[in-house]
């Protein structure tokens, strides 16, 4: 069987079930009313998300800001998360607002490297932006832990060199998971998306 | 303008997913992108390569994973033992060999085949895909060599 009785069996079968498919005019307005389910939404709903709930931490880090009987440096960690949510959330209305939407009124390949750099660009700046608060994070989180050990032994003592080795050892931990997790949610559609392009552009 | 050409985007979604549910969820995808984009539509191609345009667009790169196991082509024993005259067979298993070897080609050459079953010229199908009608005409030879050993193996 060669292109032309397949091309021949697809027309045949076409004009036999087309017409047993159609649709009035009011479900197709009702199809309209309904939100965009494309990667490029998905990516989005996936970063409002993220700087919603950084940003539900900014009035209780300007609270301990204010607070007078809290240690300095809970203070300083309360500026720093402060300051890197207002970057973040300034770089996404700057960056992603101008491409919310999927380019599809170009032909398939421009379509596909609009949203394949768009895409890899998004994901490498949420890269950088997960790992800027990775390194605060984790020696903030050794520094609680002294805190409650020494809470519950106030005899013991821990010297800065053994925070800044707790934090060396669960930085990787912290690290790879983010990485994990990033590339779970978008790496795969990244892959894809690089694959369909390869494939088109070979000769 | 959707209800006029709404067999472009049933041929699409046939084309792309298997489940009904799937098929419907594409369907929908794609005219809320038509919708969308009907504003910046400029008239500088034909509608129906516009749809077809944006339709592909949409199917292509849509990712999300079929929510059921694609339902694969049950090759029978008659279905195996296809003579060299194909329309001796019945409409249907005409059509279930056709499926069963589609499904085996890559988005892009699902895409690329169901333009041409569509009469579209290498032109129309270099416009829509947006490569040059020399890739066209290349990738139409490699689909039709892929089709046929497709097609044969099954006839072994």
């Known amino acids: ?203 | 303008m959707i209800k006029t050409h709404q067999g472009i985007l049933h041929k699409v979604c046939g084309m792309y997913r298997h489940d009904p549910d799937d098929k419907k969820d594409l369907f929908q995808e794609i005219v809320i992108q038509l919708w969308r984009a009907f504003p910046k539509f400029r008239q500088e191609s034909k509608i129906s390569t516009w749809i077809y345009q944006i339709a592909l667009n949409v199917a292509i790169s849509d990712f999300r994973k079929e929510s059921r196991r694609p339902k694969r082509v049950e090759l029978s024993e008659n279905l195996l033992n296809i003579s060299d005259n194909i329309y001796d067979n019945s409409t249907e298993e005409q059509i279930k060999i056709m499926h069963h070897a589609i499904a085996q080609l890559s988005e892009i050459e699902k895409a690329i085949v169901m333009l041409y079953f569509e009469e579209k010229d290498n032109e129309e199908i270099a416009e829509i895909v947006g490569i040059t009608q020399n890739n066209v005409r290349v990738k139409m030879t490699r689909i039709r060599e892929k089709l046929r050993t497709i097609v044969s193996k099954n006839n072994e």
């Open chain 1, 1 to 203: 069987m060669e292109l032309d009785d397949l091309k021949y069996i697809w027309q045949q079968n076409q004009a036999l079930s087309i017409n047993q498919q159609v649709i009035d005019n009011e479900k197709v307005m009702e199809m309209t009313r309904q939100k965009s389910k494309d990667v490029m939404s998905k990516l989005r709903k996936n970063l409002d998300f993220d700087i919603w709930v950084s940003s539900l931490f900014i009035p209780p880090l300007i609270w301990v800001l204010f607070q007078k009987n809290i240690a300095t440096y809970h203070k300083y960690v309360a500026g720093f998360f402060i300051i890197y949510t207002f970057v973040g959330v300034f770089f996404y209305w700057k960056e992603f607002k101008s491409y919310k939407e999927l380019n599809l009124k170009n032909d398939l390949l421009s379509m596909l490297k609009f949203t394949e750099e768009n895409f890899s660009k998004r994901v490498k700046l949420l890269i950088i932006y997960n790992n800027i608060s990775i390194l605060p994070l984790m020696f903030y989180g050794s520094v609680m832990g002294n805190e409650f050990i020494n809470y519950r032994n106030p005899h013991h003592e821990t010297s800065l060199m053994a925070l800044i080795i707790s934090t060396i050892f669960v930085t990787p931990i912290g690290y790879f998971y983010m990485k994990f997790i990033i590339k779970k949610f978008y790496g795969e559609h990244l892959q894809k998306l690089k694959k369909l392009r390869a494939e088109l552009e070979q000769n």
